[in-house]
């Protein structure tokens, strides 16, 4: 089977050679170990870091950055991001600050990345004329 | 060392030098500045309320593994060059357009904090970055409707404003921010009908082609087109064909795409409307700021770094080109005067 990792923009096609159980049994062309846990996790139970935005309350922005701290099950994403559109956080946070603990049980926390201050106007909104 | 000797020395010290763009280009060459030449006043100018630049709305991640070693979002990428920038004295006017430069390297801005304000710089360091290539640049026949958009613009929309652009998109251009969009859109719930590439092959980077459109199972269109757009007030449909080995359309092979919001993705060009006013030469291919191996211009004094000099595809190799800028912009500051001229 082959795959291009997608560790870093090396992107170094990686080669597995699985046996008749479907275990592996040699990789090649990963450039890194890295490669190598991709390729593994791949095969098994591919996972990506999944980055969305929450409403933001009383900042200087309307949307706060968002990520999980790690890795997350592929399948799971669309759901995340459907889960995430309920919520609102207030200003001021800080980027590390956690949004959402354990979502859906994934052991994986949502955390904020961007540091944004609380401001005394209001949230801008886009206004459109009618 | 003689009095006119320290004179000098003094003088060549005692620069003033405005940096144009508070993205990871101007940070970081603002940061290699004051490390290098420590006297040297700076001043960081953007338009923008908030440093950092086009990474503030990049919110996915795969930035910093080289320069950091860790993978970080955009805003985490510029948090983390902004904090380093707090250990130094560098000033920041953000809000603040600037409206002119000139070959005196004389900077004029304006501000509505402070009006209009000219520095006299002894250098000045373009960090512009770039803007995307429009609809106009393309020539695509049809309606001019609303709900066509750059990519980029898209995403400012959603990430920063929480404003989703429609809800059913089709992507033009098959560049990284587009594959980009093409997750983001899918993840806020809106459809992505189709990523149409003229090309035999995406343009984004294999890792964004995977994790962005191949994850998604959204529909591909390779050597394909946009023939013609439709709609009265808002886009309806777009008609796609498939393209010649010539490069013209195939019209026999037209077909319709329903859809109320086409995003472009193709290509970006260097903004250099400051150093074309300024005189500096500029690349007739690229539009990037012809720049020597110290990143200076055609101007004396009138550096470039960033995407405002050559289109990067990763911001740590921008940030490591910008650290060599803003080491050879202080080279150059504090370079001994000869016969009043620096060297």
């Known amino acids: 089977m082959n795959f ?60 706060c950055p968002v990520k999980s701290d790690q890795a997350v099950p592929r399948e799971l994403i669309l759901k995340m991001s459907r889960s995430l559109c309920q919520l609102s956080i207030a200003a001021p946070v800080k980027i590390g600050d ?28 886009a206004k459109i004329p009618r | 060392m003689s009095k006119k000797a320290q004179l000098l020395k ?3 010290h005692k620069g003033h030098v405005s940096i144009i763009g508070a993205g990871p280009a101007g940070l970081i060459a603002a940061l290699h500045i004051k490390k290098n030449a420590p006297s040297t006043k700076v001043t960081v100018i953007d338009r923008e309320i908030f440093v950092g630049g086009i990474l503030n709305q990049c919110i996915h991640p ?3 593994l080289l320069e950091f070693g860790q993978e970080l979002t955009g805003p985490e990428y510029a948090a983390k060059v902004s904090a380093l ?4 004295e560098i000033e920041f006017l953000t809000e603040t357009s600037v409206l002119s430069i000139n070959k005196k390297l004389e900077v004029v801005a304006l501000s509505p904090k402070y009006g209009a304000k000219k520095f006299q710089s002894k250098a000045i360091v373009l960090c512009t970055g770039c803007r995307e290539r429009s609809r106009g640049a393309l020539h695509i026949p049809g309606d001019r409707p609303s709900g066509i958009m750059t990519a980029g613009l898209a995403q400012k929309f959603i990430n920063i404003d929480g404003l989703v652009p429609g809800s059913r998109v089709a992507i033009l251009g098959s560049g990284d921010i587009g594959a980009i969009m093409a997750r983001r859109l899918t993840l806020q719930g809106v459809e992505v009908a189709a990523v149409i590439e003229i090309k035999k092959s995406l343009s984004a ?31 309806e449909k ?12 195939d019209f026999s092979t037209e077909f319709e795409i329903s859809c109320d919001t086409l995003l472009l993705s193709v290509g970006l060009i260097p903004e ?16 990037g700021v012809i720049v020597d191996e110290k990143f200076m211009s055609s101007i004396p004094g009138i550096f470039a770094c960033g995407n405002a000099m050559k289109i990067y595809d990763l911001v740590d190799h921008l940030s490591e080109d910008s650290k060599k800028a803003g080491e050879s912009v202080a080279a150059y500051l504090t370079a001994p005067l000869v016969e009043g001229k620096q060297v």
């Open chain 2, 85 to 88: 920038c707090r250990d130094f």
């Open chain 1, 98 to 125: 956690i949004v959402v603990e354990n979502i859906l049980g994934t052991k994986a926390n949502i955390v904020v990345t961007r540091n944004i201050d609380k401001c005394k106007q209001q949230t801008k909104t």
């Open chain 2, 10 to 12: 003094r003088q060549a």
């Open chain 1, 4 to 63: 291009i990792c997608i560790v870093c923009p090396k992107s170094c096609p990686i080669d597995v050679l699985l046996d008749e159980e479907n275990k592996i049994k040699s990789i090649s062309g990963a450039n890194c170990k890295n490669g190598l846990r991709y390729a593994t996790q791949e095969l098994s139970f591919p996972s990506r870091v999944f980055t969305s935005i929450v409403k933001l309350t009383g900042g200087q922005i309307a949307m």
């Open chain 2, 62 to 64: 795969g930035f910093g």
């Open chain 2, 272 to 287: 250099n409307e400051l150093a074309e006013m300024a005189g500096v030469a500029l690349d007739a291919k690229s539009n």
């Open chain 2, 205 to 235: 980077r294999p890792r964004n082609v995977i994790q962005c459109i191949v994850d998604f199972q959204i529909p591909i269109y390779l050597e394909h087109t946009i023939t013609k757009i439709v709609g009265r007030e808002r886009l």
């Open chain 2, 238 to 249: 777009i008609k796609v064909a498939k393209i010649l080995s010539d490069g013209r359309a």
